[in-house]
């Protein structure tokens, strides 16, 4: 049975998140946005105090009685995302690089990064939706490693020690001979070439990096495979497989971002006595109160498709399509209800009186990384028709 309930300890967990995120809201918010260029600390000064939810989830992983630990983790992500979009309470426990570590390195890689940030750096300035043109190359000499490319977008390029990197042993065997490198920073010829300006998400660091002879221990390789898969896949499927976990947490994101930005909406709508009045029905209600409406269905019938994904990795079941469905979701939410919001609130909408249009501009994001609305919607596609890459593409 599907089971979204919230015990009564979590809610009083995420009742307090959400005073802290007040806090948050007010001091911090707005400068990390204004000031692109500070970097803000891992954990922000009034965080350390507050319970860790990163932590706290792992720690309840398998307890009886909880809440279920990926589905929770999604209910914070939409609170924590709240208003401040990426910063949240800035309490994480590693990067998407980290992400990956995890379900593919092997356990004395685990052991030997898992306690640092690292970022993912997949793509390259010809390589965005797909994957698998990427261009940097990995080749042994002796007992290294030596990469050569360029990867750009990378998210925490700054913060992150290191990074998991895709290169390709081999251009002309395909999707096989993609691999995955953990390059630290402080590498010899592992350069930072800029920090982008971004329109939102300004509060999380995004940088490109040049990889020149960049040289590395052997055994860095993830998952220490390194044989080319003979089957078009091999180590490639698993590493996209880290994103059916990763895409729920953007579409719940997105998802936060917009939830704030209604709730602005509704709290300075309420101030001009506009409210909906569910007893009315249909027929005596203002246009403004049916967008109201919309906007809220459309967050709710988001975060559902976000918590579907999560319940299914709960309990053991494969969510391919779930993840993707959630992402798109996410995505599609993210565009018309941040701009809905914005509309909503008149010509205030954009200015900087409210976080509404840092909300809007915020959530753009959720529909480009971790794989664009369309591709998202490629995915489920090739699910429901049982298609491969290859028949759809
Ligand atoms: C702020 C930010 C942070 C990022 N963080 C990371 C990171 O940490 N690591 C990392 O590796 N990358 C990161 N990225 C890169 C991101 O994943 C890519 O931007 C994304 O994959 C799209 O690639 P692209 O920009 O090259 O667009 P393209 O692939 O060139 O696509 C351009 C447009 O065409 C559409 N399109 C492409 N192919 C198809 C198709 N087959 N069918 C229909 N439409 C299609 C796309 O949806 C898009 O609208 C980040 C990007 C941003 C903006």
Not at 25 to 41: G, L, V
Not at 66 to 75: G, R
Request: charged share 25%.
């Amino acid at each position: 049975m599907v089971d979204f309930s919230i015990n009564e300890h979590d809610q009083k967990v995420l009742d307090e998140v959400d005073r802290m995120k007040a806090v948050i809201d007010e001091k911090y918010t707005r400068y990390y946005d204004i000031h692109e260029e500070e970097i803000a600390p891992d954990v922000l000064p009034e965080a350390k105090d507050w319970v860790h939810l990163p932590k706290m989830q792992m720690e309840r992983m398998g307890q009886p009685g909880v809440t279920k630990p990926a589905t929770y983790s999604m209910m914070s992500s939409i609170e924590n995302c709240l208003g401040t979009g990426v910063l949240g309470l800035n309490q994480r426990m590693g990067g998407l690089g980290n992400a990956a570590l995890m379900a593919q390195g092997t356990k004395e890689q685990q052991e030997k990064w898992g306690g640092q940030l690292l970022a993912m750096a997949i793509t390259e300035p010809s390589c965005g939706s797909d994957s698998k043109a990427i261009e940097t190359t990995a080749h042994l000499d002796g007992d290294e490693w030596v990469l050569n490319g360029e990867k750009i977008f990378v998210t925490d390029g700054i913060r992150a020690k290191g990074m998991v990197v895709w290169a390709t042993l081999d251009k002309s065997k395909g999707r096989g001979a993609i691999k995955s490198f953990i390059v630290m920073k402080g590498t010899p010829g592992f350069d930072l070439a800029k920090k982008e300006h971004k329109l939102g998400i300004r509060c999380s660091d995004t940088a490109a990096f040049v990889l020149k002879d960049c040289r590395i221990p052997r055994s860095d390789l993830l998952g220490g495979k390194e044989a080319i898969a003979e089957k078009q896949g091999g180590d490639f499927k698993g590493l996209m497989a880290t994103f059916n976990m990763t895409r729920p947490g953007v579409g719940a994101g997105g998802t936060g971002m917009i939830k704030h930005a209604a709730k602005i909406v509704i709290a300075e709508l309420k101030k001009e006595g506009v409210e909906v009045d569910w007893e009315q029905g249909p027929a005596k209600r203002s246009a403004l109160q049916d967008k109201l409406i919309d906007l809220e269905a459309q967050i709710e019938s988001s975060a559902l498709t976000v918590y579907r994904a999560s319940w299914l990795a709960d309990t053991g079941k494969p969510n391919n399509l779930e993840s993707s469905i959630a992402k798109a979701k996410g995505g599609d939410v993210s565009r018309y209800g941040g701009q809905l919001a914005v509309e909503l609130l008149g010509t205030v909408g954009i200015t900087e009186d409210h976080l509404a249009e840092k909300d809007w501009r915020d959530a753009r994001i959720t529909d480009i990384y971790e794989g664009t609305g369309e591709i998202n919607h490629l995915i489920i596609a090739r699910a429901l028709l049982s298609y491969g890459s290859a028949d759809l593409m």
